[in-house]
């Protein structure tokens, strides 16, 4: 069977994704929502992290993506710092109701840039349907994602607006930065041992 360069089968692509934001966005309802298609009003926190599991099928190839669902509460959040270095991708939620929840971004993606170098980084509005308790215009958060490059989507786990939409692009995109990080490598070790061979 072929080999990939981590010497893994080429069926056994896995890869990790971490939800980050403050207690109370939404994280969980979101995965609960994409995941097993049902929302709690009495969604119960989070302590520590939690890992959810889902098969997909990307261009004939099999790829699993392990979301890992973290706890907002700041006592946990130097427990990450490992994960965080080996996760493929990196979705930051706010809640479009919550100023603090959105201040706050900007100062976890510095941080997220000493730990890892991802370009697969993703930006979510949760609460789309609490309009009328909007504290954050949708415009605001096109501005902070451009700032930050990243891709940006507004979903609502209890409607459902946008959040099969936004998760599925999420991996699309997750996975084909993967690809190319993959070839990258690649084509620097085939031209390590073209040189080696070139010395002898
Ligand atoms: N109106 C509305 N409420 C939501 C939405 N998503 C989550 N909630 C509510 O917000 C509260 C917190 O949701 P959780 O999913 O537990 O939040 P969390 O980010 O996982 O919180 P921690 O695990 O404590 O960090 C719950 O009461 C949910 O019912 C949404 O899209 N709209
Ligand atoms: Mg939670």
């Known amino acids: 069977m072929k080999k990939n360069i981590d010497n893994y089968d080429e069926e056994e692509i896995k890869l990790r994704i971490m939800i980050l ?20 009003f009495s969604s119960l926190h989070t302590f520590g992290m939690e890992c959810y599991r889902k098969n997909y099928t990307i261009n004939s190839n099999k790829v699993t993506f392990y979301f890992f669902d973290t706890a907002g509460q700041e006592k946990y959040y130097s427990k990450f710092t490992n994960y965080l270095r080996n996760a493929n991708g990196i979705i930051l939620v706010y809640d479009i109701t919550k ?12 941080q997220l840039k000493d730990n890892n170098n991802t370009n697969s980084i993703f930006l979510l509005g949760n609460k789309s349907d609490l309009n009328t308790k909007r504290a954050i215009s949708k415009e605001d958060g096109i501005t902070l994602a451009e700032e930050l490059n990243c891709e940006f989507f507004e979903v609502s786990a209890l409607s459902n607006e946008n959040i099969s939409e936004a998760i599925e692009k999420i991996v699309d995109i997750t996975y084909k930065n ?19 061979i070139q010395n002898c």
Do not use: A
């Open 178 to 196: 993967y690809l190319k990080e993959k070839n990258k490598n690649s084509i620097y070790i085939e031209m390590r041992d073209h040189k080696k």
């Open 21 to 40: 934001g403050k207690r109370g966005v939404g994280k969980t309802s979101i995965f609960n929502r994409y995941l097993n298609n049902i929302f709690s």
């Open 99 to 110: 100023e603090d929840s959105f201040e706050i971004i900007k100062i976890w993606f510095d």
